[in-house]
Nanobody, 126 residues
Framework: QVKLVESGGGLVPAGGSLRLSCKFS????????VGWFRQAPGSEREFVAC????????YYANSVKGRFTMSKDNAKATAYLQMNSLKPEDTAVYYC???????????????????WGQGTQVTVAS
């Protein structure tokens, strides 16, 4: 059974940085694509970034490109989202998700991920 646990959220001023972690429990972590999604109050869950199993390929939403960096440490079974130059509009609950069977065209679609964490709150003060 796969379990995901996020950590690292918090309150930061605009322009600040945070690093989110997503700890994976289960087997064969290196075969899983890990994604980060976020959901602000009253909004739908939106794709932020993802990284494929080997860690060789990453994909980002246009809104975070150049500011966020995703990485994956297969030895530690953990994925990370480094968030720099944070803006108030980045405020949301951030969720990590994982799946081992995604195709490239599905990487940004939340419904295609089988496993989800409980979420961590990120608040960026203006």
């Amino acid at each position: 059974q796969v379990k995901l646990v996020e950590s690292g959220g918090g309150l930061v001023p605009a322009g600040g940085s945070l690093r989110l972690s997503c700890k994976f429990s289960g087997s064969a972590f290196r075969t899983y694509t890990v994604g980060w999604f976020r959901q602000a109050p009253g909004s739908e869950r939106e794709f932020v970034a993802c990284i494929k199993g080997s860690g060789s390929s990453t994909y980002y939403a246009n809104s975070v490109k150049g500011r966020f960096t995703m990485s994956k440490d297969n030895a530690k079974a953990t994925a990370y989202l480094q968030m720099n130059s944070l803006k108030p509009e980045d405020t949301a609950v951030y969720y990590c998700a994982a799946d081992s069977r995604l195709i490239t065209s599905s990487l940004g679609i939340a419904s295609q991920y089988d496993y989800w964490g409980q979420g961590t709150q990120v608040t960026v003060a203006s």
